[in-house]
């Protein structure tokens, strides 16, 4: 590996080690050498915290030694019975990833890990979607006030681009909406049930042995995980000041193998669409969309169209859940931090 004369490193915390802090932690264990000789920086996972305990190193963690705590090759430990929010209080580390389970309802503990550590003065990166779907203003201006980075563009599509997209690339475009399928458990299920005629329960089963359903998957496939990225976008990206209770929610457990079929044989296939607009629009419905629509993605794809005043129609389709998946929008907005 060349080292770079201004090379930085950057010490991190996972907060959160189940599928998506696993998947950060193997990314960072793959890409050190690229991370180092194409950005300049030398990442360190210097302590991550879970539900069963915590480990911390100075001088940066052997992620291959923290992956076998996912197989349990690994028993946790907790130094000096040392609690989550101590660790992100007092650890020296600049940049807190934030990836313990979504919970919309109380958007807990998501969002008082991110409220300490951006009080702290500690840059946030977060997959955790509760804490911005319920308080995306105040954890907005906190972050501001404490001249802190707060990035979430693994909340959103999972590793397809989407708020840095619009941010950064179509910077200057008006958005006029953005529409498409970002619920990959949902599409998966519709995609299966149409294509082979399988039954829901079957389908939804497979989903979570997939790793992409929520703990809970009534959110995913009554919409509610739609909805939740929706008023994301709807904040980041149009300054509204929504809550998912907003959002006009339809879910898909009442779409029959009949549906499906009756809409292919029109030129059709149903998914559940998200749609935010400028104008307020806020909606997460099943929509029959014609087959040659960009919108006909299968499988667990997400899929997003957005209209621009200037550049037109931009699509982009990707995979919207996933460890790794994840852990790669993550990546790009630890490395976006210091660009
Ligand atoms: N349960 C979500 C999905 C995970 O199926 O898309 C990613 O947010």
Redesign the pocket.
Known sequence: MSMRSNMKTVRISIIGFGYVGAGLAEVIRRKRADLVSTYGLDVRIVGIADLNGIFIDEQGLDEAELLKLRTGAKDWERPGGMTTLELIKELDYEVMVETTHTDVTSGQPGLTHITTALESGRHVVTSN?GPLALEYSRLTDLAAAQGCALKYEATVG?AMPLISLIRDNLAGNGVLSIQGIL???CNYILTRMAEEGLPYEHVLKEAQELG???ADPSS?VKGL?TAVKLVILANSVFGMNATYRDVEVTGITAITPDALKLADDAGYVIKLIGEVSREGCLKARPRLVPKDDPLNVGGTLNVATIKTDLAGDITVIGK??GPIEAASAILADIISIYR
């Open positions: 979607k999972g619920n990959g458990t992409y359903a929520e995913d995980d919207g859940a």
